[in-house]
C-alpha cells in the first residue's frame, strides 16, 4: 500500500547502511510485501553512511519503481547513532522501526512488533535468542548485556540487536552519539517511555561484511559510563561529584589532622613529609570534585527552568 505525499505514513523504517549493495533490494521487498498484508502505508528510509560501492545507486533504482522508498547519503561514514539521528529526522510514520541493512533482520517479524506496542508498549526491542555470528561476536555481547541489565536494571537482554520499533515521541526525545545507540532502551527508560522486548529470528549473514571490531569494545565501555551517569546522575550531578570529593576530601583531612598532631607534640613531622603532600593532593583533588558539582547543579538548575518556561509558555 503507497501514500501520496501529502498523506502520512502509518509506519516508518529507518535503515543505516554501508557497503549492502547485494542486501538493500532484497530487504526492502520483504517490507514492502509485510506492509502489504498488514494493510498498512509505509516509507522506508535508507541511510548511505558513507558506503563505497553501489550501495546508494541501487537505493536511488528502487526509488524510481517506489516512491515510498528514500535515500539519503553521508559525505563520508559517521557512525550508526549518527546514521539513524538522521533517519529519525526525516521519518514521517506515527510508529518507527529500525532494521540493520544485512538482511539478518526479517521483516517476517513486523507484526509481532506492532502487538507489542499495542500493548502498551513504547519501545519494542528485538532479542536475537538464537544468533548465526561467531563466538568473537556472541560471546562479548552476551557478557556486555549481562553486565549492562544488573547495571542499569534495564531487562533487555539483547541490546545490541537492530530491530526495533517505537512511537514516534521516542525518537523525538533521544539525542544519540558515539556507541549509544546500543543503549536506546536505556536512554528511553529513563525518560519514562515503557520498554518491551520479543524473541525475533536471526539470519545468518549471507552478503558484505561484518563492521563488528575489538575496537569498538573500548568505546562501548567508554559509552557505557556515560549512559550510567546520564541515568543515574543526569538531574542531580552535584550528588556524584559531591560524593566523589567526599571520598577524597575525607582521608586528606584526616592526614592533615595527623600531620598538625605531630606537628604540636613533637615539634616537627620528620619523615612524614610525603604523607603530608599526600593530604593535601588529596583535599585539593575533593575540594575541585565538589566544585564541578556545584557547577554542574547551576547548569542543571538554569536547563531545568529555561525547559518549565517553555512548558508554560506552550500552555498558555
Not at 547519503?73 to 521519518?91: D, E, I, W
Not at 506496542?117 to 556472541?138: A, E, F, M, N, P
Not at 548485556?145 to 530491530?163: A, E, M, P, Q
Request: glycine share 8%; hydrophobic share 40%.
Amino acid at each position: 500500500m503507497r501514500y501520496s505525499k501529502t498523506e502520512v505514513p502509518q509506519i516508518s523504517f529507518v535503515i543505516p547502511v554501508k557497503d549492502e549493495e547485494k542486501s538493500v533490494e532484497q530487504l526492502s521487498n520483504e517490507i514492502v510485501k509485510e506492509c502489504v498484508k498488514l494493510k498498512k502505508t509505509y516509507e522506508i528510509i535508507f541511510i548511505d553512511d558513507g558506503s563505497v560501492d553501489k550501495t546508494f545507486e541501487i537505493v536511488k533504482g528502487l526509488y524510481l519503481k517506489n516512491k515510498n522508498i528514500k535515500a539519503i547519503r553521508h559525505r563520508r561514514n559517521f557512525g550508526k547513532s549518527a546514521a539513524l539521528s538522521t533517519g529519525f529526522a526525516g521519518a514521517n510514520g506515527d510508529i518507527v522501526f529500525t532494521l540493520d541493512g544485512d538482511l539478518q533482520d526479517n521483516p517476517i517479524e513486523i507484526p509481532k512488533f506492532l502487538e507489542k506496542l499495542d500493548q502498551g508498549c513504547d519501545l519494542v526491542s528485538g532479542w536475537k535468542k538464537k544468533r548465526y555470528d561467531s563466538i568473537l561476536i556472541t560471546l562479548p555481547s552476551i557478557i556486555g548485556n549481562f553486565l549492562i541489565r544488573k547495571l542499569t536494571g534495564v531487562k533487555v537482554h539483547d541490546l545490541n540487536c537492530g530491530f526495533k520499533a517505537y512511537r514516534k515521541e521516542v525518537i523525538q526525545n533521544l539525542n544519540i552519539y558515539g556507541e549509544l545507540y546500543r543503549f536506546i532502551p536505556i536512554l528511553a527508560n529513563q525518560k519514562g517511555y515503557k520498554t518491551g522486548e520479543i524473541v525475533v529470528k536471526h539470519r545468518p549473514r549471507n552478503f558484505g561484511k561484518s563492521k563488528y571490531s575489538w575496537f569498538k569494545i573500548i568505546k562501548v565501555f567508554l559509552d557505557l559510563i556515560t549512559v550510567l551517569f546520564l541515568t543515574g546522575h543526569a538531574t542531580h550531578p552535584g550528588h556524584f561529584f559531591g560524593t566523589l570529593g567526599l571520598i577524597f576530601f575525607a582521608p586528606g583531612l584526616l592526614i592533615g589532622l595527623y600531620i598538625t598532631y605531630l606537628r604540636i607534640t613533637t615539634g616537627g613531622i620528620g619523615e612524614h613529609y610525603p604523607l603530608m603532600f599526600l593530604g593535601v593532593l588529596l583535599m585539593v583533588v575533593g575540594v575541585q570534585f565538589v566544585s564541578t558539582g556545584l557547577l554542574a547543579e547551576m547548569v542543571t538548575s538554569s536547563t531545568k527552568k529555561q525547559h518549565s518556561d517553555n512548558v508554560i509558555s506552550e500552555l498558555l
